[in-house]
């Protein structure tokens, strides 16, 4: 079983960043795919990005332009980027072991921890 860390959360004002950091306990880090995710109060978990084992990426169209994933292989961890953050990016953020399908629908494992929380203060 993968098991996977987040961590980089915060409290930051509008327009500030923040890097997500997403470590895995696994040997086989390269041959799979990471999404992050996230669930504010009130609303239901929604993926923010995708990463396939091959650094095939996907982001959510509310993110274009200002968040931005990545993966390093012998960290076995993966980043998510948030830049230019808005109140409404305040969530919990949680990463997750995927399927990233060929037509780039994205499927995540049944195994969440406990996220990491991001706050954007106005």
């Known amino acids: 079983q993968v098991q996977l860390m987040e961590s980089g959360g915060g409290l930051v004002q509008a327009g500030g960043s923040l890097r997500l950091s997403c470590r895995a306990s696994?040997?086989?880090?390269?041959?799979?795919?990471i999404g992050w995710y996230r669930q504010a109060p009130g609303k239901q978990r929604e993926l923010v990005a995708a990463?396939?084992?091959?650094?095939?990426?996907l982001v959510a169209e509310y993110g274009a332009g200002r968040l931005t994933i990545s993966r390093d292989n012998a960290e076995n961890t993966v980043y998510l980027g948030l830049n230019s953050l808005k109140p409404e990016d305040t969530a919990v953020y949680y990463c997750?072991?995927?399927?990233?399908?060929?037509?780039?629908?994205?499927?995540?494992?049944?195994?969440w921890g406990q996220g990491t929380q991001v706050t954007v203060s106005s």
């Open positions: 997750n072991r995927i399927t990233f399908y060929s037509d780039y629908h994205i499927v995540p494992y049944d195994d």
């Open positions: 696994t040997n086989m880090f390269n041959l799979i795919g």
């Open positions: 990463i396939s084992a091959d650094s095939t990426t």
